[in-house]
């Protein structure tokens, strides 16, 4: 399937994306002004202003969202090691990465009533082409603490789609509210502060960045159909962890969702076969072997121009009463 877009995808309006010319606003001030009530917000350059929400639903996401995971409630997991509020709200987070294009399309739904859920606030990071986080390329690299422990497995790709049962250690139940403060992030992150090592991603407190890159992370807020797009590039792997993009979903200032999403391992076989990624060698997680992949995280992708299109529904716990 062909799906026709702009590929100009950064200068799209989004709701996290403020008015050309008039200054950003933060992610704590973006939460503020996404409460139920709505809002305003002041950016960096004291205007007051609106955010917009991501620009309606086009009939190809529709139709495709129909094909991709329910209503059921969206399995929570940690938020590994290298989360902090990257105060990136943009639809277009590749900066100057090299990859695969790749648009990801999100649809939030509340889980007790199965419908849409407007004015949501999702973000969304992940690894470059060479399994590098901004904002901790020393400790992804291993020069601050490795990702990943021991030398690769061995084992190769699966030829069809991923097996696999769920993880049987994921952290469940829902992650703690909590409320921003000051330009901080949102109070309630899962606590621990686990050192990331061990080819695992157990609880972590939020990363303070060690670095001042902030490439393949970004924030948009859900529309009226629920859905917020960002395009990036095909994530890339480290040991211990198969392919992966993290998202936290926020609502009335509380984190109601922190999971992750994963890829066929066809496709991923496929994407690391060409440049930049396969200079990256010696790859030895995959879903069929990764400690949190679950059949219900694996977007539906399809070929869309000169990258992919994937697509999942989250369904979050919004008010938080454990249905």
Known sequence: MRHDLDHHEGQRVSRRRLIAGIGSVGLAGLLAACGRDGGTVTT???ETVSPQATASTSTDLTA?????????L???TTQGP????ADKIRS??????EGTRLRVAIRVQDSEQCGPLANAVVEIWHCDAEGLYSGAEAQSSGAGGAQGGGAPGGGTPPTGAPGGTPPTGAPGGTPPSGGPAGGTPP???PGGGAAPGGGSEGSAADLTPTDDKRYLRGAQVTNSDGIVEFTTIWPGWYRGRTTHIHAMVHVDNNRVLTTQMMFDEALNTKVYAAAPYSAHTGRDTFNDNDTIYADTMLMKVVEDGDGYLG???FSVDAD???T
Do not use: M, P, W
């Not at 290298?82 to 509020?85: A, G, I, L, Q, S």
């Open 311 to 313: 697509v999942l529904n």
């Open 320 to 322: 938080q009463d454990g």
């Open 44 to 46: 960096s350059t004291g």
């Open 64 to 72: 495709l969202f129909g094909e991709a995971n329910t209503c059921t």
């Open 74 to 76: 969206t399995a929570s």
């Open 92 to 97: 277009d987070i590749r900066e100057d990465r």
């Open 187 to 189: 109070s309630g992150a």
């Open 82 to 85: 290298y989360y902090f509020d």
